[in-house]
């Protein structure tokens, strides 16, 4: 019988081998991306202090509107848009990615051109 891998466990390990290189600081936060099958989120943590800066998904009102009737690659854009233009309202100007164990690829790589986009350096 041959078994099925688990693709979310796989990339859970992948997630935490990227994350023992990749940290955020007051100077230069993270961006975590986060993909459900329906939804993108997106986060700037300092993890210095163990605090979310701002945040940003596609379950929120103001983008679920914007992204009414668009596919999960341009609504992916839209939040790396809002993402960024949150980070501009706090002073963020470059922060280090995390692509979270996802391949930089679809709606990761949208969202991470939404963010560069609005003004983000990463």
Do not use: W
Request: charged share 30%; with cysteine; proline share 1%.
């Amino acid at each position: 019988m041959i078994s099925k891998s688990n693709k979310n466990k796989i990339r859970q390990g992948r997630h935490l081998s990227v994350r023992k290189k990749v940290e955020g600081t007051t100077k230069c936060p993270r961006l975590n991306v986060y993909r459900s099958t329906g939804h993108i989120y997106a986060q700037i943590i300092d993890d210095s202090k163990g605090k979310t800066i701002v945040s940003a998904s596609s379950i929120q009102k103001e983008i679920a509107k914007q992204a009414e009737g668009k596919t999960k690659q341009e609504t992916a854009f839209i939040v790396g848009q809002t993402i960024g233009k949150l980070a501009k309202a706090k002073k963020i100007k470059t922060v280090v990615f995390d692509r979270g164990g996802y391949l930089y690829t679809g709606r990761v790589k949208s969202l991470a051109d939404g963010a560069r986009d609005a003004g983000l350096e990463f």
